[in-house]
């Protein structure tokens, strides 16, 4: 197990060291899972799901899911408006 150095921007950014995003083949845009465990800070990445898992969908089944969202939106809207909770 190797062991690096890195050091806490004062925007909270880490610099992953080159060997190790060339052993793990980190790129730009690779998203990373922030884990803590104890005082440990564990990156991963996060494993991207295969194509196949995907289907098409069509404008019955999309069109269908966006009525379904705004209307629960509308009900948390009107909830939060009920109790008189200020947003934004």
């Known amino acids: 197990m190797s062991s690096f150095k890195t050091v806490v921007s004062t925007k909270g950014q880490v ?3 080159k060997e ?19 005082k440990r800070v564990v990156l991963e990445p996060v494993e991207e799901p295969p194509e196949e898992v995907f289907v098409e969908a069509g404008p019955r089944i999309v069109e269908e899911a966006l009525r379904e969202a705004k209307s629960l939106s ?9 109790l008189e909770v200020k947003l934004g």
Do not use: N
């Open 15 to 17: 610099v992953i060291p």
């Open 20 to 38: 190790v995003r060339e052993r793990l083949g980190l790129v730009p845009g690779t998203v990373l899972r922030v884990k803590v465990e104890g």
């Open 74 to 82: 509308d009900k948390a809207a009107k909830l939060l408006e009920d």
